[in-house]
Each structure stands twice: as C-alpha cells, then as structure tokens.
C-alpha cells in the first residue's frame, strides 16, 4: 500500500465523499449526493477549526477512503484530551485491501501526536461487521451511546 497518500480534503474531494458516504443502506437514507452545497460548507467550517481533521485516502489519484478526527481537550480523566474518529468510509472497491486499518492506524498515531490520552468513536448498532473490525483494532464496546435528532 505505498501508493496510498492520507491527506486533509479539499473541496475537489467532496463528491467522491458524498459518494462513499451515500453508498451503503444508512447514507442513502440521510446522503444528498445531487447537492454538494451543504458540504462543502461544512468542509469550510471544518478546514477552519484546528481540531477538526478530515481527511481522504488518495490512490493513483482517486479518493478511495476518508474519516474525520476530532480533538476533544476535556476536565475529566484528570483532564485529558481525547479524540473521536466519524464518518470512516472505504470505497467499495476497496473494502477488505487493508485500508480501513491504515487509515484507523493514521487516526490513532495522528491522535497521540495530537496529546490524546483516548480514542473513541461510535458505530450504528446496525454493522456487525464494522464492530467486528474496530474490536479487531483493539477497541472495546464499552459504552451505549444515544443520540437525540434536532
């Protein structure tokens, strides 16, 4: 895989994202892939926070993965900061080459580089077989999370 380049997206990135995030059962259901507007606003307030990390896997010049990494600095666990990785999606030729895990590996080396002290993230109680992955990675299932829609 050393043809793979992780790199912060750009706004060139956005329809191959919106693409990959559209393209499973959940994303098509909340993924807009006709209207890039949204995100490429969102792309801008991102680009903008310095704790806000998204970034696309880039092979022989197409965007074949992305994940966002959030520094959270925080007061507990004697006031540690920690770090959230979302929206992990793999294009679906790429599914099962090993980039998942090179791209979890670059958020959690990018995270302690970052003076996290833990690395978290959810996933829909629907994907058995990213709960699989993530517990393959060393991640424990060890809280319910909850979510309220505004």
């Known amino acids: ?37 949204p995100y490429l606003a969102a792309l801008e307030r991102l680009s903008s926070d310095p704790n806000q990390h998204l970034v696309v896997a880039v092979r022989q010049g197409r965007v074949v993965g992305t994940l966002q990494l959030t520094i959270v600095p925080g007061l507990s666990r004697r006031g540690s900061t920690r770090s959230i990785i979302e929206g992990v999606r793999i294009h679906t030729e790429e599914r099962g080459s090993g980039l998942g895990t090179r791209l979890i590996e670059w958020a959690i080396d990018e995270s302690r580089h970052q003076g996290c ?20 990675l060393g991640f424990s299932a060890s809280h319910v999370g909850f979510k309220l829609t505004l």
Not at 120 to 131: F, I, M, N, V, Y
């Open 1 to 37: 895989m050393g043809d793979l380049e992780i790199r912060p997206a750009v706004a060139g990135d956005i329809p191959a994202i919106v693409d990959m995030l559209a393209d499973d059962p959940l994303g098509a259901q909340r993924e807009s892939p006709d209207d890039h507007r």
């Open 117 to 136: 002290q833990l690395v978290q993230l959810t996933s829909d109680s629907t994907r058995a077989d990213a709960h699989r992955f993530y517990e393959r």
